[in-house]
């Protein structure tokens, strides 16, 4: 009986000791999280690497001035809503706990070879250098510095932000400006040329004349409406960096043309030329962007902004002559 309760005596104390270890323990690690791994200031920021597992190498973006440009693999104005992204979100991470530091579990928190690398500069002085990982629980993603072992948790650091194409990183923009500053549309499709002219004092209707015909018709608003807001705000849904020549010779005579004048005289120019036999696809260069930039398209975008003459024009309102039809007449005057 006696020699039971010591067997239990020594569990019990081997097991306090074991709670106070494990605590202790706990409180070390917390003790020692790094305060500067994720620490940058977003104003100076000047460079940013990323390199995901599948990259051959690391995506650049670089500061020039007050403007952000995607430098590797291609050179091209930047997305400033994707790099916007990664600079307010690192200003605001915080390192919350030490998760691992077993080599074995890397893997399994996706900071080995299969996490994303990122690198952070102010002028040529590298503030971050961490491997991104899957996230966790709470909103939480895993890290971990390259020539360490430790693995952390931390806050507003979403690994999908960093999960990006080439062309993600890259200003998508075609055409940008504000509805009311549009003062008139070219549209040139195969022999047909139609002039879109917003009319003096009414903003929201448009006179059209066509190629060859001196008269001057109404264009449908609703139709207008929706060649205005396939202009507004162009996106490309992606880019052709390296056309054939053969395709690149077609834009000596495109198959569609549309030439944009805002109020304060802006212009641009966009050529369209079909990138597949089908007319699934379509090139679109724009002028002033020069011969190596050529930006991807769909047919539904196309259908959109070309529509045929009929289709966009408005039938004039029936004539009234004076007065009322004799029929009418007729009609009012058998009334009581």
Same mark, same amino acid.
């Given at each position: 009986?006696?020699?039971?309760?010591?067997?239990?005596?020594?569990?019990?104390?081997?097991?306090? !000791?074991?709670?106070?270890?494990?605590?202790? $323990? $706990?409180?070390?690690?917390?003790?020692?999280?790094?305060?500067?791994?994720?620490?940058?200031?977003?104003?100076?920021?000047?460079?940013?690497?990323?390199? #995901?597992?599948?990259?051959?190498? *690391?995506?650049?973006?670089? +500061?020039?001035?007050?403007?952000?440009?995607?430098?590797?693999?291609?050179?091209?104005?930047?997305?400033?809503?994707? %790099?916007?992204?990664?600079?307010?979100?690192?200003?605001?991470?915080?390192?919350?706990?030490?998760?691992?530091?077993?080599?074995?579990?890397?893997?399994?928190?996706?900071?080995?070879?299969?996490?994303?690398?990122?690198?952070?500069?102010?002028?040529?002085?590298?503030?971050?250098?961490?491997?991104?990982?899957?996230?966790?629980?709470?909103?939480?993603?895993?890290?971990?510095?390259?020539? !360490?072992?430790?693995?952390?948790?931390?806050?507003? =650091? *979403?690994?999908?932000?960093?999960? #990006?194409?080439?062309?993600?990183?890259?200003?998508?923009?075609?055409?940008? @400006?504000?509805?009311?500053?549009?003062?008139? =549309?070219? =549209?040139?499709?195969?022999?047909?040329?139609?002039?879109?002219? #917003?009319? *003096?004092?009414?903003?929201?209707?448009?006179?059209?004349?066509?190629?060859?015909?001196?008269?001057?018709?109404?264009? $449908?608003?609703?139709?207008?409406?929706?060649?205005?807001?396939?202009?507004?705000? @162009?996106?490309?849904?992606?880019? +052709?960096? !390296?056309?054939?020549?053969?395709? %690149?010779? +077609?834009?000596?005579?495109?198959?569609?043309?549309?030439?944009?004048?805002?109020?304060?005289?802006?212009?641009?120019?966009?050529?369209?030329?079909?990138?597949?036999?089908?007319?699934?696809?379509?090139?679109?260069?724009?002028?002033?962007?020069?011969?190596?930039?050529?930006?991807?398209?769909?047919?539904?975008?196309?259908?959109?902004? @070309?529509?045929?003459?009929?289709?966009? $024009?408005?039938?004039? *309102?029936?004539?009234?002559?004076?007065?009322?039809?004799?029929?009418?007449?007729?009609?009012?005057?058998?009334?009581?």
């Amino acid at each position: 009986m006696k020699r039971n309760i010591a067997l239990i005596g020594v569990f019990m104390i081997l097991l306090v !000791a074991f709670l106070i270890m494990t605590k202790t $323990k $706990k409180k070390s690690e917390r003790s020692h999280i790094p305060t500067n791994l994720i620490e940058a200031d977003s104003a100076r920021i000047s460079r940013i690497e990323v390199k #995901r597992s599948s990259d051959t190498e *690391p995506i650049v973006l670089e +500061k020039r001035g007050a403007e952000w440009y995607l430098t590797k693999p291609i050179e091209y104005p930047a997305n400033l809503t994707n %790099v916007e992204m990664i600079l307010g979100k690192i200003s605001s991470t915080k390192v919350m706990a030490q998760i691992s530091s077993n080599p074995e579990k890397q893997s399994q928190f996706r900071v080995d070879s299969t996490g994303v690398s990122l690198k952070i500069y102010e002028e040529d002085d590298l503030k971050v250098d961490i491997i991104v990982g899957k996230a966790g629980r709470g909103g939480l993603t895993y890290i971990r510095p390259p020539s !360490a072992q430790e693995v952390y948790s931390v806050d507003n =650091l *979403p690994s999908y932000m960093l999960n #990006r194409r080439v062309k993600d990183w890259r200003d998508m923009t075609i055409t940008k @400006f504000e509805k009311e500053e549009l003062q008139s =549309l070219k =549209l040139v499709q195969g022999d047909e040329e139609i002039a879109l002219t #917003r009319r *003096p004092g009414d903003p929201d209707a448009w006179d059209l004349i066509r190629s060859g015909d001196d008269q001057v018709y109404y264009a $449908k608003k609703a139709r207008m409406d929706q060649i205005v807001n396939g202009l507004w705000k @162009f996106n490309a849904q992606d880019f +052709k960096d !390296a056309p054939d020549s053969a395709a %690149v010779a +077609k834009f000596s005579e495109p198959d569609s043309t549309v030439t944009v004048a805002l109020m304060d005289n802006t212009q641009w120019t966009l050529h369209f030329e079909r990138e597949d036999a089908k007319g699934n696809r379509y090139l679109v260069k724009r002028e002033d962007k020069g011969d190596g930039v050529y930006f991807m398209t769909n047919k539904g975008v196309i259908k959109n902004l @070309f529509p045929l003459f009929n289709d966009l $024009k408005e039938e004039p *309102p029936p004539e009234q002559g004076p007065g009322l039809p004799d029929s009418l007449k007729i009609e009012m005057d058998m009334q009581p």
